[in-house]
């Protein structure tokens, strides 16, 4: 089972930026950790990180993989079209952020894509990747 890994912008910057709210790991530290589980899962993971809207679409309808895990970062709140290439594909897609977006600002609590995506999981920090993982693993192998 293959699994693309697909970031959104600013999450280049984990472990920089406001380490109080995203945590101190860098990007490349949690996809490490990704990277071991899908491993102990039997899984193959790829990663992709753009902080650009067009190549995270282009990535999404490109995507030669089982499952896709995605953390559009605001783009989540506000991207239509990201929505539409979401739609445009047959590939499972899991929306996954670090934050629990329901605990922080306003504009944060409504996500374009929660609906066109299998599932969402929020507030876990790294583990919401993995859990992620967890859910193409059960759900995908039936």
């Not at 910057?13 to 589980?37: F, N, Q």
């Not at 897609?93 to 629990?100: A, D, F, G, M, P």
């Not at 920090?125 to 859910?135: D, V, W």
Request: charged letters at 25%; aromatic letters at 10%; proline letters at 2%.
């Amino acid at each position: 089972m293959k699994i693309l890994v697909i970031n959104g912008p600013n999450l280049n910057m984990l472990g920089k930026r406001e380490p109080e709210i995203y945590g101190s790991d860098t990007l490349e530290a949690i996809e490490v950790e990704i990277a071991r589980r899908a491993s102990d899962l039997g899984m193959k993971v790829y990663f992709f990180q753009s902080n650009i809207e067009g190549e995270i679409i282009n990535a999404i309808q490109n995507a030669e993989c089982d499952g896709i895990i995605l953390n559009a970062g605001a783009f989540s709140h506000y991207s239509y079209a990201i929505r539409d290439a979401i739609r445009s594909v047959d590939t499972p897609v899991v929306e996954v952020h670090l934050t629990n977006i329901y605990a922080r600002e306003d504009f944060r609590h409504k996500s374009v894509l929660a609906d066109v995506c299998a599932g969402q999981i929020s507030g876990f920090g790294k583990h919401s990747y993995i859990l992620a993982l967890e859910y193409f693993k059960f759900s995908l192998e039936k």
